[in-house]
């Protein structure tokens, strides 16, 4: 944005360049409608700024994350306002570099996983579609019907473990998202228990994971090199690995498989259409 000159779009491939959408066929109708609205309000703020914007639609409507937006005053805050209410927006959130600060929040904003509705803290991560969510869980339910207990590594708000039919014990860093996990869990699915763990620095050891009879683990793209070395040490012999990083997912693979499992099962999910990113659902065996 570049007084009164907006661009609003993704980055080219490879580029800092914003290309500006006129149309998009891959975020949902609902989010598109919003861009005009987005550029009208984008264009009343002076000055020039690199403004990240974050839509999400949770159970009460679209929550837009405005980052590095210049709410100063009391007219840009009435157009946020305005803009809010206008579009019948479920939150907007502004980060100035402080973390986010909510300014419009009718009702408290949820994301429905597996039934059990779960507070959604702001720019906490989700699956990037619904259908491509619901492969990645079908899959995981079908490869873990039969398993008791099963350990969810990496499980943000808990979109498998909600999900999962036997009990489950949920792991993941940051504090926000284990946190609305453990209160949904508490409130409405007392099997499964929530745990806040950096599974980078302090991964389940083999005794802990022997208590699992299904392990699902969801690592950002770095991969999960530590955790996955203590699963093929591990007595745990069923390993579900979703990846969204086919390179850090074949290094990792490489491990189980030198401790002793198979790769029995493995389903390309084309979540981001018409890109040629790939989310990959594993299952292991041994
Ligand atoms: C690809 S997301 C998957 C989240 C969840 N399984 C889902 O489908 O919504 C990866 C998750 O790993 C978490 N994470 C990143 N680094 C971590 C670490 N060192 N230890 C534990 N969790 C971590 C992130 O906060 C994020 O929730």
Redesign the pocket.
């Known amino acids: 944005m570049q007084s009164g000159k907006v661009a609003l779009g993704f980055r080219q491939s490879g580029s800092h360049r914003i290309v500006d959408l006129a149309e998009c066929h891959v975020i949902t109708p609902e989010l598109f409608s919003l861009l005009a609205p987005l550029r009208r309000l984008l264009r009343s703020q002076s000055g020039r700024w690199a403004v990240d914007i974050e839509l999400t639609q949770g159970d009460q409507g679209i929550d837009c994350g405005l980052r590095n937006f210049a709410m100063d005053g009391l007219e840009a805050t009435e157009a946020v306002l305005e803009f809010a209410q206008a579009h019948s927006l479920a939150r907007v959130t502004v980060d100035l570099g402080y973390g986010s600060e909510t300014v419009w929040e009718p009702e408290p904003v949820t994301v429905t996983l597996g039934g059990v509705a779960v507070s959604l803290p702001p720019g906490a991560?989700?699956?990037a579609t619904l259908d491509g969510?619901a492969a990645?869980v079908a899959a995981a339910r079908e490869w873990l019907a039969a398993s008791e207990i099963v350990a969810?590594?990496?499980?943000?708000?808990g979109?498998?473990a909600f999900s999962l039919a036997g009990k489950v014990a949920a792991?993941?860093?940051?504090r926000d998202?284990h946190l609305v996990c453990r209160l949904a869990a508490a409130r409405s699915l007392p099997s499964l228990e929530s745990h806040h763990?950096?599974?980078?620095?302090n991964p389940l050891q083999p005794e802990e994971l022997s208590r699992f009879d299904g392990v699902l683990l969801?690592?950002?793209r770095a991969g999960a090199r530590e955790q996955v070395a203590h699963l093929a040490r591990s007595a745990v012999d069923r390993v579900v690995y979703?990846s969204?990083n086919p390179a850090s997912w074949a290094k990792d693979a490489r491990t189980l498989v030198d401790g002793g499992f198979r790769l029995a099962e493995l389903r390309p999910v084309g979540q981001f259409r018409w890109s040629t990113h790939v989310e990959l659902a594993s299952l292991f065996l041994r």
Do not use: M, N
């Not at 969810?152 to 708000?157: H, I, P, T, V």
């Not at 763990?197 to 620095?201: A, E, M």
């Open positions: 991560f989700l699956q969510e990645l969810d590594l990496f499980a943000g708000l979109t498998f792991y993941e860093a940051s998202a763990r950096d599974l980078f620095r969801d690592p950002p979703i969204c």
